[in-house]
T-cell receptor
């Protein structure tokens, strides 16, 4: 079973600090990786995706990919209470199908 | 632009009844996905379509589940007969193409409760 693993949390982060979320995957054939944010009772919302080794920045968010280590992370800078949500990591297989992790709950405390 | 539209938003019905969930993908998107989300199993892909043709239904749990896409702007997921263990949130998603740089966009979901 090809899997995407995430710590379930909750990850407690002080307001203004950096939240660091980690994700590992088992399928070496995975081509790209997506981060979705899901508020309680809402649908997953795309934050960003990455498919090349290294860092990709979008506003307060930075995704990092290390294919050799099969590791992808998401950094949230200047965390705000509105960032409190569950963050889902997903990888694509060679067919483009998404495999989701269980998600990491983030709680930003004022 | 309108996003993925799902209906109904909530459905409560009794065990044994037929349930039909509906989805309208984003205009122009050629891939459509049906997911189920539960606390125990997370987000699971049930089936997906490309240009209205089912490509992979390996995630459909049982023969009680069926999905159709009669045209590019409409898809249904049907459960007959429904059981309490089918209670979950069902999401529809669509994408423009399917590749390493083609994100899926999700609808608001249908929260299904089978009594």
């Amino acid at each position: 079973q090809k899997e995407v693993e995430q710590n379930s949390g909750p990850l407690s982060v002080p307001e203004g600090a950096i939240a660091s979320l980690n994700c590992t995957y088992s399928d070496r054939g995975s081509q790209s990786f997506f981060w979705y944010r899901q508020y309680s009772g809402k649908s997953p919302e795309l934050i960003m995706f990455i498919y090349s080794n290294g860092d990709k920045e979008d506003g307060r968010f930075t995704a990092q990919l290390n294919k050799a280590s099969q590791y992808v992370s998401l950094l949230i800078r200047d965390s705000q209470p509105s960032d409190s949500a569950t963050y889902l990591c997903a990888s694509t297989d060679s067919w483009g199908k998404l495999q989701f992790g269980a998600g990491t709950q983030v709680v930003v405390t004022p | 632009d309108a996003g993925v539209i799902q209906s109904p938003r909530h459905e409560v019905t009794e065990m044994g009844q037929e349930v039909t969930l509906r989805c309208k993908p984003i205009s122009g998107h050629d891939y459509l996905f049906w997911y189920r989300q539960t606390m125990m199993r997370g987000l699971e892909l049930l089936i997906y379509f490309n240009n209205n043709v089912p490509i992979d239904d390996s995630g459909m749990p049982e023969d009680r589940f069926s999905a159709k896409m009669p045209n590019a702007s409409f898809s249904t997921l049907k459960i007959q007969p429904s059981e309490p263990r089918d209670s979950a949130v069902y999401f529809c998603a669509s994408s423009l193409g399917q590749g390493y740089n083609q994100p899926q966009h999700f609808g608001d979901g249908t929260r299904l409760s089978i009594l």
